[in-house]
């Protein structure tokens, strides 16, 4: 009679790169990842990543010196080793900026790991992770003021992986449209342009308050070259 098969302890790397940008690196859990078995939705591993965003100029070249490898030893990274005594097909998801919760994004990839087959060559298990960091600088969550004051908006807009966009860098205010939508009481939001402050690195525009009620504004930003969107919201009162 054949023996059972036992267990083989298989390595596995999983790493999160934002799309058109770098790592999300960190070392206070910025992206939680869980593996499951695709069949069963047994969970196999859980746990963050952890380390560095990376080498720019070996991920924005694609690893052209490197053997297409874009990852660095310090690189984020997930690192895991499931005990598998059977082919299994595996999810593994990923949700993070968890420092970013109005930013956080889940992306999910399934593949088989062979017992004994380690997932680690190259730059191992690679998720890409769409979107765009927006946080709402200015003005501060339902703050107060009086009919005829300016308020002023002001909203930072980075990658994914905190990476900054500016007017000579890799990711260009160039390529960046951010906008804001306000509604007051509800009703219909009037558009307006942010414009970019190269000494603060953020994106602005002054809103007249012209009367009371509650100001709801929803800052949204696209990058048309990499097709990431971000969004984010702040509300404020006006007496």
Known sequence: MASAAQAEPTKVEVRVIARGAKFLGGYRAPVRVTMTDADTGKVLARGFTSGTTGDTQQILSKGKDSGGVISTPDSAVFRT???????????????????QPQAETTVTSTQWILPGHDLTAGDGWLLE????????????????FKVGDTVPLRAGVT?????????????RVSDTDVEAYVSVDGGVAERRKLTFDPDTATFGTDIKANKPGL????VRAWMAPSNNAGVSHVSYFVH
């Open 81 to 99: 080793t499931l005990n598998l005594d059977r082919a299994q097909r595996v999810t593994v998801s990923a949700t993070g900026p968890l420092s």
């Open 129 to 144: 992770m769409p979107g765009l960091i927006v946080d709402v600088a200015s003005p501060v969550a339902y703050h107060a």
């Open 159 to 171: 990658m994914m992986c905190g990476c900054g966009i500016s007017e000579m860098g890799p990711w």
């Open 215 to 218: 100001y709801e504004v929803e």
